[in-house]
């Protein structure tokens, strides 16, 4: 069975500039969560989706939003970039995301804002 | 607030030799309880985790782990490590009430030497 899916793996973008990254999950898993992975603050949640509703937030500005589609497929949008945005950005995805659930995590897209 | 702690940043052992990470984590209620590994490139990996009943779990590549409720900790052993262990290791937890969402520790970074 394939793996979580991420693209693109690398992405450099300058400050202003929006950017959409993209996570497939494993199929037949429905839940979708995203993770900033910095070195400064660590792995942080984002989001989390369910049947293309979003479930759960972090505690993220306005300037980072998601969706998911019927295929379970999500992404991940980031509005006018600035530089701390730079970061690693995880998606895991898991069958239906009722807690507790073993989340399987994709490579990541690694994103520098210049 | 909810918080997860890793108090070692970077643990270094000898191949060969045991190995005991640390987490804490601060919670109202019994959290379900997780320990991911992360590679240098990599997305996470799932160790093991904790949800309820027996407090001594085994996960892959020969770790374990024991919840302690009484000093809300959830430390994480191998008997021998091996040079293929060295990567970051993070603690992490979740609660039933906000799906899958993860907060995960700072990590720690297993060094080891031959």
């Known amino acids: 069975k394939a793996g979580v899916t991420q693209t693109p793996r690398y992405l450099i973008k300058t400050r202003g500039q929006q950017v959409t990254l993209s996570c497939s999950p494993i199929?037949?898993?429905?839940?979708v969560s995203w993770y900033q992975q910095t070195p400064g603050q660590g792995l942080q949640f984002l989001f989390e989706?369910?049947?293309?509703?979003?479930?759960n937030k972090g505690n993220f500005p306005g300037r980072f939003s998601g969706r998911q589609f019927s295929n379970s497929r999500s992404e991940m949008n980031v509005s006018t970039l600035e530089l701390g945005d730079s970061a690693l950005y995880l998606c895991?995805?898991?069958?239906?995301?009722?807690?507790?659930?073993?989340?399987?995590f994709g490579p990541g897209t690694r994103l520098l804002v210049l | 607030a909810q918080s997860v702690t890793q108090p070692d940043i970077h643990i270094t052992v000898s191949e060969g030799a045991s190995l005991e990470l640390r987490c804490n984590y601060s919670?109202?209620?019994?959290?379900?309880l997780f320990w991911y590994v992360q590679s240098p490139g990599q997305g996470l990996q799932l160790l093991l985790k904790?949800?309820?009943?027996?407090?001594l779990v085994q996960g892959i590549k020969g770790f374990e782990a024991e919840f302690k409720r009484s000093q809300s900790s959830f430390n994480l052993r191998k008997p021998s490590v091996h040079w293929s262990d060295a990567a970051e290791y993070f603690c992490?937890?979740?609660?039933?009430?906000?799906?899958?969402?993860?907060?995960f520790g700072a990590g720690t970074i297993l060094r080891v030497k031959s």
């Open positions: 895991a995805s898991s069958l239906v995301g009722t807690g507790g659930e073993t989340q399987y």
């Open positions: 199929s037949g898993h429905r839940s």
């Open positions: 989706y369910f049947s293309e509703t979003q479930r």
């Open positions: 919670y109202g209620a019994t959290p379900y």
């Open positions: 904790y949800f309820s009943g027996d407090t």
């Open positions: 992490a937890v979740g609660l039933k009430e906000y799906g899958n969402k993860l907060v």
